[in-house]
């Protein structure tokens, strides 16, 4: 792995987003505490010593979709246990008050960040990088990064401190992949997944 820069500007290159509504699938069984910032310290922006929670979400529904389902399957068939334990969350974000720090395009580049190290499969790195910008003094809330799956699109991960700017969306509730097939149609119409 190579190292993180030594430091980091004091004033950090910023994603604003002017949208509202995002989007996370989740594992059904912590659905009713949606949205939840957990400490697995297992997923690519997780903290490396589980001293904060994280929240991964995305503006649109593909993307959440690529980056929690589809990952490293390249043939495209999804293990039915893995689609039917998952719901889908609409998040409503108050991203005019959250400072997301850019880990991508000039971001990136100003932060003087390994962009294969970013997108490898050993979370070493961006895990030591969630860390040391969480601790950052300027106390973001959280990341906006390229989707590893779905370069198109940009993805975001949430720490546990913006937790008072991200509720579910108004009217909604989670809902288990395996009873929206809506949603498994509208993905199949642009990746023609199967279940296995």
Same mark, same amino acid.
């Given at each position: 792995m190579?190292?993180?820069?030594?430091? $980091?500007?004091?004033?950090?290159?910023? %994603?604003?987003?002017? +949208?509202?509504?995002? $989007? @996370?699938?989740?594992?059904t069984m912590y659905s009713s505490s949606e949205p939840s910032f957990r400490a697995a310290g297992t997923y690519r922006f997780d903290s490396p010593d589980r001293s904060f929670g994280t929240l991964y979400c995305a503006r649109n529904f593909k993307t959440c979709f690529f980056e929690t389902i589809v990952r490293d399957r390249p043939d495209l068939k999804i293990p039915a246990a893995d689609?039917?334990?998952?719901?889908?969350? !609409?998040?409503?974000? /108050?991203?005019?008050?959250? @400072?997301?720090?850019? &880990? %991508?395009?000039?971001?990136? !580049?100003?932060?003087?960040?390994?962009?294969?190290?970013?997108?490898?499969? /050993? =979370?070493? =790195?961006? !895990?030591?990088?969630?860390?040391?910008?969480? /601790? %950052?003094?300027?106390?973001?809330?959280?990341?906006? =990064? @390229?989707?590893?799956? /779905?370069?198109?699109?940009?993805?975001?991960?949430?720490? +546990?401190?913006?937790?008072?700017?991200?509720? &579910?969306f108004p009217d909604s509730t989670p809902v288990a992949l395996s009873d929206a097939k809506e949603l498994g149609d509208a993905i199949r119409n642009t990746v023609p997944f199967i279940l296995v």
């Open positions: 190579k190292a993180l820069p030594a430091s $980091f500007p004091v004033t950090l290159p910023l %994603h604003t987003f002017t +949208e509202a509504a995002f $989007f @996370r699938i989740c594992k689609y039917n334990n998952r719901s889908a969350v !609409q998040l409503l974000l /108050d991203t005019l008050t959250l @400072r997301l720090v850019a &880990i %991508h395009g000039d971001g990136a !580049q100003t932060l003087r960040l390994n962009l294969a190290e970013l997108a490898g499969t /050993d =979370y070493t =790195y961006p !895990q030591a990088l969630a860390k040391a910008i969480h /601790d %950052h003094v300027s106390e973001p809330h959280g990341m906006v =990064y @390229r989707s590893r799956f /779905d370069d198109d699109a940009l993805a975001m991960v949430l720490f +546990e401190r913006a937790k008072p700017h991200v509720r &579910i």
